[in-house]
């Protein structure tokens, strides 16, 4: 199988869902309009970084795959954890349950310690590719529970 076969659907599959779940959630106004922490980035910042985040998720899976390490163990945590990422903006854009989604994102978090630690079994640069989502998400941790703190 070519690096394209490979490649191309394992960057595109998070990269369009993220997408499509970015533009379904979009609520600028109301976002707006709440007070926000320190260190709170500019809006234009989010879809670069998720956008980014999404491709070195499709390039870690996309390792695994060219390399034929792929199993039950890796497809479930990685389409557990994208699951749950994908919910994630609904909780807190169109629902406004700020206190679930920070619960929420504890538990991706917690798949995505678990889906590093399982590449890195497999291989050790599709793990240490994760690296950077999840240091993003405990900063969107941050932020998310300080805005139900300052907005609740």
């Not at 870690?60 to 795959?65: E, Q, R």
């Amino acid at each position: 199988m070519s690096k394209f076969k490979i490649y191309a659907p394992s960057i595109l599959i998070p990269v369009l869902l993220g997408a499509a779940v970015g533009l379904l959630t979009r609520n600028p106004e109301g976002f707006e309009m709440l007070q926000k922490p320190p260190l709170s980035p500019p809006a234009w910042l989010f879809p670069v970084a998720w956008t980014i985040l999404y491709i070195l998720m499709g390039v870690s899976y996309g390792l695994l795959k060219e390399k034929g390490l792929l199993d039950n163990t890796v497809k479930g945590v990685y389409y557990a954890q994208l699951a749950v990422n994908l919910i994630w903006p609904f909780l807190f854009f169109l629902l406004e349950w700020r206190l679930f989604a920070f619960i929420w994102l504890i538990l991706l978090i917690i798949l995505v310690i678990a889906m590093i630690a399982v590449f890195y079994k497999r291989d050790k640069a599709a793990a240490l590719l994760q690296i950077p989502y999840l240091l993003w998400l405990v900063f969107a941790g941050y932020l998310n529970l300080a805005v139900y703190l300052l907005n609740g």
